[in-house]
């Protein structure tokens, strides 16, 4: 097969386990979620050649392989916040297609919650004071502050309202009580995130994702390892990325996320318009990520997201125009650090008809075609976009 004409697929997906896991390592969870999306796609370790990992290790991925008992011959550890999973995975896909690999496994496994409830970390207020921060930081420019200004101003621009932020978070909850694996299921309502304690204002709780633990994997190999696999390939069909600032008084826009960018890149390069996704997958640490990054994808409008959001029209739920975050999102299901890899197996989950009790249904009753995973890092620092077909 010419290198550089390969086509890729993932074919492995899998999560640790994940919630409330007192009793792991984040070694653990990388290597249960290692394990099992090597089950899922029926491939033998052994034909793993390629390996990206962030976020854990002193030489990472170099000590996360190991511990994987993996020795592989392409490696990626870019860490870019949130969107690193897309981003690697845009990575490993060139990488596969140039002919520089074969197999590449994407992993990632936080105890971030179990290792505040131990003592053994304290929350992150701020990415720290040190580079260009260290302007910023004598002023309290918190990583939830940084988030609610940016909402703030897309509210004074455009009219967005709290109401509207609020109906993010009761749709990602209600795609969540259809998950059995979803850390937080009840319902909830737009008075009820109203209502909740003041984080950062206009940010109340319930517009904060959670914080737990968890892993998740991913397997993307060439095409002529499919054959091989006992999944059905899911397609990389097109992938971009981009990054935009650290400082924000180096963001030009604080109404648009980079997003703007890597999804129009990924859109080109899959050769497909926004209003043909069947399914989104968006990080969500916070409410007003959701709506700025679907008006960037091009499912809006920019200055419309508020609108399209509204939760008495419900176009995120399961059975709605556009689900998003299907699984409950980093709101509802789980958020156990930099989330990106999850929004890439629920995409995966959800194309192959596998998500059990919130599986999407297109109108011949066949599950998605297309879908989109979009990572965000920082305080919309940087972005990675993947569009996946069957």
Known sequence: ???????????????????????????????????????????????????????????????????????????????????????????????????????????????????????????????????????????????IAKYAMAARRHMHQYGTTLEQLASVAVQARANAALNPEAMFRAPITVDDVLSGPMIADPFTKLHCCLRSDGGAAVLLVAEEYVRDCRTAPVWILGTGEHVSHTTMSEWADFT??????????????????????????????????????????????????????????????????????????GLSAQHPGMRGLFLLVEAVRQLRGEADGRQVRLADGEPPRLAVASGTGGWFCSSGTVVLGR
């Open 256 to 329: 648009v996320s980079p997003a703007a960018v890597s999804g129009r890149l990924a859109f080109e390069r899959a050769g497909v318009r926004p209003d043909e996704i069947d399914v989104a997958e968006v990080y969500d640490a916070f409410t007003y990520m959701t709506l700025v990054t679907l008006e960037d994808l091009g499912f809006c409008a920019k200055g419309e997201g508020g609108a399209f959001v509204d939760a008495g029209k419900g176009r995120l739920l399961v059975g709605g125009e556009l689900p998003v975050n299907t699984d409950g999102g």
């Open 1 to 143: 097969m010419t290198p550089g004409k390969r086509k890729v697929a993932v074919v492995g997906v899998a999560l640790s386990d994940c919630g409330r896991v007192d009793d792991a390592t984040p070694y653990t969870l990388h290597a249960q979620a290692a394990r099992r999306a090597l089950a899922d796609a029926g491939l033998d370790r052994a034909r793993v050649d390629g390996f990206a990992s962030a976020g854990l290790g002193t030489l990472p991925p170099a000590e996360v392989a190991e511990y994987l008992g993996l020795r592989p011959a392409w490696v990626d550890s870019t860490a870019v916040g949130g969107s690193t999973w897309e981003v690697m995975a845009a990575h490993a896909a060139d990488a596969i297609a140039a002919g520089h690999a074969r197999a590449v496994l994407l992993v990632y496994g936080s105890t971030a919650r179990a290792d505040i409830k131990a003592g053994r970390r304290t929350g992150d207020l701020s990415f720290g004071a040190r580079g260009p921060l260290q302007f910023e930081a004598p002023y309290g420019h918190t990583l």
